[in-house]
């Protein structure tokens, strides 16, 4: 019986693969701030000319650069596991696998897209990136990938997770970043931000604010975003190409796919290639989880909004839930973002992809399960895809259907102990997120609805 389907490194991906090419509709342009579509220019004051290029491209296939592949092999192919353990402690008769990005150095699937930033940057001759991360995944991976390419990151970390989350700090330390808890008093934004409310939590809209801010304002130093943007996805595809081929291999394809959604970039990266087959005809679903306390998908509306808190960024069509959206603090489990991945957005509106919703303590107890039946104790952000993966496995055993389903480990929780330790506490709750606070938010949309 086998368990885990590996991929030798000469298998390893040598292009991404890009949705743009099978979409049914172009794209829709992000907007400056006159409402008229914004040029490559308009980004070149922050991204290097390649990652601006992956931005607007249409090419289905674009190839991966040497040195990025050579980055990549350090913990690439990831493995894909059959969840025997789990299937059995369910007692179902679907087929659950899941795709292991917690193996990367950093612990999880944004270290892909880290390194080909780095690199494409490095080719730019630009010597620092600065960054924001929230609850430190991100800050992490730009972290080692500035060490491997030799560019230094200054990050800014949302103060609560700052605070939450110590060890995350220690390991961008180690790995030679600079870390500040967002806002500080080191940016107009984040100036801007404390004259508001001096106890502010911080959120990733604000920390986006100050480092796109310090970007904007130095000649040697470009801005690196760890989700939402097409280049991003474009980078997390290597998930789903490897995940395809590994399937292939014991003559599996899934009937649906499962990946947390923040701004959708392991979403889009396990999703996407599995995208084209439904293009052409296929049947799969694929479906985006997000939690209850931040709807962006399920309770968000599709307008033109700015992807950071005091509008320094372009306006991007995309379900949001405002840009002036502050995450419950109740919330422990990650995918805090307001906005999400254009493209995304625009196949969920268009009917091609689904979402669901999920609260707290079902993804808690999903990733408990999980961690006692297969080991690895999930991300927080990681129970979501489980704890959906579940539901369906739970309808099978009723239907007595053998679905093949398969889920994005996105990434390991051993720096979010904390988060568990307040789920064994019951300190946590299930939390809609009312209705009146999403409609004030949607209320400063810069475009109207
Ligand atoms: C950041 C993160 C996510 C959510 O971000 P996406 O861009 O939606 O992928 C999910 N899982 C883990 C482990 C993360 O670090």
């Not at 991404?16 to 701030?33: I, R």
């Not at 924001?132 to 800050?139: K, N, R, V």
Request: hydrophobic fraction near 40%; aromatic fraction near 8%.
């Amino acid at each position: 019986m086998t368990n885990k389907i590996f991929l030798s490194e000469s298998e390893a991906p040598t292009h991404w693969y890009n949705v743009v090419a099978d979409m049914p509709n172009p794209p829709t342009p992000p907007l400056g701030p006159d409402g008229q579509p914004i040029g490559p220019d308009a980004l070149a004051a922050i991204f290097p000319e390649a990652l601006i290029e992956q931005e607007m491209s249409a090419e289905r296939w674009i190839p991966i650069p040497e040195a990025v592949q050579e980055a990549l092999r350090i913990w690439r192919p990831t493995p894909l596991i059959r969840a025997r353990r789990l299937e059995q402690a369910l007692g179902t008769p679907a087929r659950i696998y899941y795709k292991n990005e917690s193996v990367s150095p950093a612990g999880s699937h944004k270290l892909n897209t880290a390194v080909a930033q780095a690199y494409y940057n490095q080719q730019a001759g630009i010597r620092r990136l600065a960054t924001e991360t929230g609850a430190g995944q991100w800050g992490c991976s730009l972290a080692l990938a500035g060490q491997l390419f030799g560019i230094e990151v200054r990050v800014y970390m949302v103060k609560v997770s700052y605070h939450q989350k110590p060890y995350r700090r220690s390991l961008m330390q180690t790995w030679g970043a600079e870390v500040f808890a967002s806002p500080t008093e080191m940016t107009a934004s984040g100036r801007k931000l404390l004259a508001l409310d001096p106890d502010s939590p911080g959120s990733l809209g604000a920390a986006i604010s100050e480092a796109v801010e310090e970007a904007a304002g130095r000649a040697d130093t470009n801005y690196a975003l760890g989700s939402v943007l097409n280049h991003v996805l474009l980078h997390q595809t290597v998930i789903g190409l490897e995940a395809k081929k590994q399937l292939e291999m014991i003559g599996e394809y899934p009937d649906v796919v499962y990946a947390p959604c923040g701004g959708g970039s392991n979403f889009g990266g396990i999703a996407f290639p599995f995208f084209a087959d439904k293009a052409a005809g296929r049947e799969i679903e694929l479906v985006a989880v997000e939690p209850t306390s931040c709807p962006t998908l399920t309770r968000g509306i599709y307008a033109y909004d700015f992807g950071d808190a005091i509008g320094l960024t372009p306006l991007t069509k995309m379900y949001t839930l405002g840009h002036d959206f502050m995450p419950p603090g109740i919330h422990a489990g990650g995918l805090r973002y307001h906005g999400d991945s254009a493209l995304v957005s625009q196949l969920y509106h268009e009917g091609l992809l689904s979402a669901v919703a999920i609260p707290q303590l079902e993804t808690f107890e999903a990733g408990v399960l999980f961690a006692r039946s297969e080991g690895i104790v999930p991300a927080p952000e990681s129970t979501h895809a489980i704890a959906a993966a579940i539901r369906e496995a739970r309808r099978c055993t009723e239907s007595g259907e053998a679905k093949s389903l398969l889920l994005n480990l996105s990434g390991h929780g051993y720096f979010d102990m904390a988060s568990y330790d307040a789920y064994f506490a019951g300190q946590l709750q299930n939390y809609d997120y009312p209705e009146a606070a999403i409609q004030a938010a949607l209320s400063h949309l810069p475009l109207g609805r």
